[in-house]
């Protein structure tokens, strides 16, 4: 027994070393190990014992351990497999969906290089380059006309893709197909379920973000106290798991974003600051359409924003070096449903050879109106866009991806959609017939919540409230959550009009919503209870 026991950790631990070697912190972490196994304190009389004393003195058992939690959440993100409803159904045509989407967007995107007479990728004029390098900090003063410029995309196209899927075993009239997504065969949780993963908040415990000035435990003055003394506890600890359970309570604002790095593994080191400025190098070397695209969906979005605009220069950045990421490209297209369809373009002037061909964009992500808004909150996290860039690419390779792909991931788009329906349906019978009754579907009103995880929407802090609980419970079935418990706040104004107009009127300004008090102490532990 014993010996198999040690078999199996051998092959594991064998695997593990293989998979961590893929890592993009594994070099730099190597290197650091390998100075310390070169060093004095490691003696070769003792070789194991004080490498391990070592590790543990220079925080280096801790990084490997962090890598080790990295690591089980990238492969759960990968390898995790929907629960359907049964064990053979067969989901292909979501995988059919999401390629005949691609093949929509990359025809738009070529449609629109026809009509301007433009290409998809060429090297950058020497003189535009020189510009784009002056203006690096200030991007908003960087003079492009983009008046012929359009979205390739909105939310509500993307919702037009959702109602078009058809399960062919679904035995039901064609015509009622588009009211819900009932007809998709994937289970979602329950709220009996949901009580389960988010036991801190179905037991109403005390938790930053309703009042900071609520009582706190000891010799605290307050709540906030509280938090902050135990939030730079779990930062000193350096480890990421930690950090992750702490943030299911609420982060105080001073430790958010470097508790986020933690929690996300951004955290950066030389080599990525190098990897930062080669992304920067090909922005100023290489003149894409998506560059276009970003600058449009920014100056729409972002610019126009009350509680943004002051950042625009640092979203431009950071979005421009996000399209050039081709470190971003694997994950997305391993992890969705098409199987990774990407454009490849040839350099403009350039013979069609392979040195002169690049995957278009790098990222593998081509933009949609308010692309730029998974972005946006992390400026009020970060001073250092470097740090800012990193923590955001992770937050998207976890979560954000998924709220624009078909696929039929328990964390996707469509999922919570179903989640939205069934929880609207079981726990608002009366406000679900209501919207039947006006032949209103109930997820075109949310669905650019949905997409957007809110962001644009709420406030920042109240946005930042909930993306902890995001990245606390390692899930997005928060927001479908929270998308319910606002209708049903609304609910008394909603019953009263009768057409999508007026309905959209009532839910135009979250702007008055508290996350935390409101979804969370008053709606979501009356849903839970």
């Known amino acids: 027994m014993e010996e198999s026991k040690k078999n199996f950790l051998e092959k594991s631990a064998k695997k593990l070393t293989k998979n961590v070697q893929n890592m993009a912190n594994y070099r730099s972490l190597y290197n650091e190990i390998q100075r310390l196994v070169a060093s004095t304190v490691v003696k070769k009389n003792d ?51 999401q390629i005949q989407w691609e093949r929509r967007i990359q025809k738009s995107l070529n449609s629109i290089c026809s009509e301007l007479n433009i290409p998809l990728a060429r090297i950058r004029p020497s003189a535009d380059r020189e510009e784009l390098g002056e203006k690096w900090n200030e991007l908003s003063t960087y003079d492009t006309d983009l ?32 009211w819900d997504f009932s007809h998709i065969q994937i289970r979602v949780k329950t709220l009996a379920e949901l009580r389960c993963l988010y036991v801190e908040l179905a037991q109403g415990m005390p938790l930053l973000g309703v009042n900071p000035d609520m009582p706190a435990a000891g010799n605290f003055l307050n709540l906030e106290a509280e938090r902050t003394h135990l ?7 350096n480890y990421a798991p930690i950090a992750q359970e702490f943030l ?66 640092v979203l431009y950045k950071t ?39 690049l995957v278009f964009p790098p990222s593998g992500v ?9 972005a946006t909150p992390f400026c009020y996290l970060y001073d250092d866009p470097c740090i800012m860039y990193y923590t955001f690419r992770a937050f998207y390779l976890r979560y954000w991806f998924r709220l624009h792909t078909v696929s039929s991931h328990e964390q996707g788009i469509v999922a919570l959609c179903l989640l939205f329906e069934r929880l609207l349906q079981c726990h608002e019978p009366l406000l679900w017939a209501h919207f039947k009754n006006i032949h209103l579907q109930p997820i075109k009103i949310v669905f650019k919540w949905l997409m957007r995880g809110f962001s644009g929407h709420l406030p920042p802090e109240q946005l930042l409230c909930l993306w902890d609980l995001v990245l606390g419970y390692d899930s997005l079935e928060i927001i479908a959550l929270l998308a319910v418990t606002i209708l049903s ?41």
Not at 47 to 64: I, M
Not at 319 to 348: K, N, W, Y
Not at 497 to 515: G, M, T
Request: with cysteine; glycine share 4%.
């Open 47 to 97: 070789f194991e014992n004080t490498l391990v004393d070592a590790l543990k003195v220079n925080g280096l058992e801790t990084q490997l351990r962090n890598t080790v939690f990295h690591w089980a959440r990238s492969q759960d993100s990968l390898k995790k497999k929907p629960i359907h409803l049964t064990e053979n159904t067969d989901l292909i045509y979501l995988k059919k969906v």
């Open 147 to 178: 008046s012929k410029y359009r979205p390739l995309y909105a939310p509500k196209d993307f919702l037009e893709v959702l109602f078009s899927i058809r399960d062919p075993a679904f035995k039901k009239h064609p015509e009622e197909l588009n």
């Open 231 to 237: 939030g730079e506890k779990v930062l000193s600890t």
């Open 248 to 313: 299911k309570r609420g982060a105080p604002r001073a430790l958010r974003g470097r508790l986020w790095s933690l929690v996300l593994g951004s955290t950066i080191k030389d080599n990525d600051i190098e990897y930062y400025d080669e992304l920067k190098t090909m922005v100023l070397q290489y003149d894409i359409v998506v560059d276009k695209l970003i600058i449009k969906d920014v100056q729409l979005t972002a610019s126009n924003d009350d509680q943004y605009f002051v950042f625009e220069d």
């Open 319 to 357: 979005m421009l070096c996000f399209s050039r990421d081709s470190e971003v490209l694997t994950p997305v297209t391993t992890d969705r449903s098409a199987g990774g369809q990407v454009i490849h373009a040839v350099l403009q002037g350039k013979p069609a050879t392979l040195e002169n061909t």
């Open 366 to 374: 081509i933009p949609f109106h308010g692309f730029t808004m998974y």
């Open 489 to 529: 706040f609304r609910k008394e104004n909603l019953m009263q009009v009768n057409n999508q107009h007026n309905v959209e009127a009532i839910l135009a300004d979250l702007s008055s919503l508290k996350v935390i008090p409101f979804v969370i102490i008053d709606k979501l532990l009356a849903l839970f209870h």
